[in-house]
């Protein structure tokens, strides 16, 4: 199977499906499968203490799965999360961006699941893994 929507255009969909969302995310690397998604961390994004909030890793997770699902099948704004299940390891790094290494397990008609590690720009180790299950909506 071969990319329908490069970075590019993964980026143009986002900012017209999702303006509101839209700037808080880059778009690193699109592949087989793939992709490689920045959360641009901003205070929005900080819980007390001065680190990424939990939502804000669950919405990088989300949008990552996201965007390597519409890469392969193109732009189908209404498939959606019907389950996610997370895991938070370690605290990420004050100040800095969060970068996920999305990669989809299962891509079929109706469901796509995939994998997601997290981590905090800079460091080795993964401050959160989460598995995700998209439904896709039916081709009328």
């Known amino acids: 199977m071969s990319l329908i929507m490069d970075k590019n255009a ?4 986002l900012k017209q499906a999702f303006p509101q969302v839209a ?4 778009i ?3 592949g087989d499968r793939t992709a490689r998604i920045r959360l641009l961390v ?11 909030s939990g939502p804000s890793m669950f919405a990088l ?29 370690r605290k990420p790094a004050a100040g800095c961006d969060l970068i996920c290494e ?7 008609r109706v469901l796509a699941v995939g994998d997601a590690l997290i981590f905090s ?10 598995s995700l299950t998209y439904s896709i909506p039916p081709e009328r």
């Open 42 to 52: 901003g205070e929005q994004h900080l819980r007390p203490g001065g680190t990424v």
């Open 61 to 89: 997770a989300d949008v990552s799965i996201y965007l390597a699902i519409l890469a392969m099948i193109g732009p189908k704004a209404l498939a959606v999360t019907t389950n996610c299940s997370i895991d938070f390891m």
């Open 121 to 130: 720009d800079g460091q080795d180790d993964p401050v959160a893994r989460a």
């Open 23 to 26: 700037d808080q995310f880059a």
């Open 102 to 108: 999305a990669k989809l397990l299962k891509l079929g």
């Open 10 to 13: 993964l980026g143009d969909f």
């Open 28 to 30: 690193e690397a699109v």
